[in-house]
Nanobody, 129 residues
Framework: QVQLVESGGGSVQAGGSLRLSCAAS????????MAWFRQSPGKEREGVAS???????TYADSVKGRFTISRDNAKNTLYLQMNSLNLDDTAKYYC???????????????????????WGQGTQVTVSS
C-alpha cells in the first residue's frame, strides 16, 4: 500500500504561481509512476503531469511550458510547480501513484483513470481574475 497526502493548494490570481506537494509513504519503491491529475466540477478527472522511475516526464498539452513535475526521492515527495496559472487551471488536484507505467501512461491519456492504484485526497486550486 502507498499513502499519498497532498498540500500546497489555495487561491491565487491569474498569472500567479503555486507549488503542490505530495508526501508518499508505504511501499513507494514498488511504484513505476507518479502523477498529478485534476478534476473540476462536471468534468472527468484528467492527467496533468507524470514522472516515471527514470525521471522521464510527460505533460498534458494544456500545461506544457507552465507546469513542472519533479520528485525528491530522499523525502519521498512529489511536486508540481505551477506557473502562469489561468482560470482553466481551477480544479481539485490529485496525486497518484501506480505500480504499472503502462497503466499510468494510459490514464494520462484519459483511459482507465479509475484503475490507478493509489490516490491522495486532493487539494483545491482556485484561480481568480
Amino acid at each position: 500500500q502507498v499513502q499519498l497526502v497532498e498540500s500546497g493548494g489555495g487561491s491565487v490570481q491569474a498569472g500567479g504561481s503555486l507549488r503542490l506537494s505530495c508526501a508518499a509513504s508505504g511501499s513507494t519503491r514498488r511504484t513505476e509512476c507518479m502523477a498529478w491529475f485534476r478534476q473540476s466540477p462536471g468534468k472527468e478527472r484528467e492527467g496533468v503531469a507524470s514522472i516515471d522511475s527514470d525521471d522521464k516526464t510527460t505533460y498534458a498539452d494544456s500545461v506544457k511550458g507552465r507546469f513542472t513535475i519533479s520528485r525528491d526521492n530522499a523525502k519521498n515527495t512529489l511536486y508540481l510547480q505551477m506557473n502562469s496559472l489561468n482560470l482553466d487551471d481551477t480544479a481539485k488536484y490529485y496525486c497518484a501513484a501506480d505500480r504499472s507505467l503502462y497503466r499510468c501512461m494510459t490514464a494520462m491519456e484519459g483511459i482507465g483513470v479509475g484503475d490507478i492504484d493509489f490516490w491522495g485526497q486532493g487539494t483545491q486550486v482556485t484561480v481568480s481574475s
